[in-house]
């Protein structure tokens, strides 16, 4: 199944979800590195408020995206994501689904801000941790 079919089926099935403002695929599906075994990376931004229990949805959400697929998912609920996979969905992901795209643009403008302030952060422990892993002969 190629990715044009997924992007098809996936973007029925959520057109069906009102509580989705976007989807994305992100990964290897984008990169085009999939092969037979990779699962397929899908994130999603949601509506607050409307998901009670996110890891039961979660949970629900990949049993109905395997089934519909028929391989492996890995399904990302951006509105609970750390900063860093936000960024690199809305970096190097591919917008499939968009309900309403003020929202969308609204969560990933936030995001994104966020990210950008806290950069210097996130490189400064990076490159502390290579340090420590370089000496303990690790690296």
Do not use: W
Request: include cysteine; charged fraction near 25%.
């Amino acid at each position: 199944m190629g990715t044009n079919s997924f992007k098809a089926r996936l973007t029925d099935y959520f057109a069906k979800r009102s509580e989705v403002i976007a989807v994305y695929l992100f990964g290897s599906v984008i990169t085009g590195k999939i092969r037979e075994g990779s699962d397929i990376d899908i994130a999603l931004i949601c509506r607050e408020g409307l998901i009670k229990n996110p890891l039961i949805y979660r949970i629900d959400l990949t049993t109905d995206l395997m089934n519909l697929l028929r391989r492996k998912v890995d399904v990302v609920i951006l509105n609970t994501a750390n900063l860093l996979l936000r960024a690199q969905v809305f970096q190097k992901g591919l917008l499939i689904y968009e309900r309403d795209s003020k929202e969308r643009v609204s969560f990933q403008a936030k995001s994104m801000g966020l990210y950008y302030d806290y950069k210097r952060y996130f490189t400064f422990h990076a490159q502390n941790l290579k340090e420590k892993i370089k000496s303990y002969g690790l690296g």
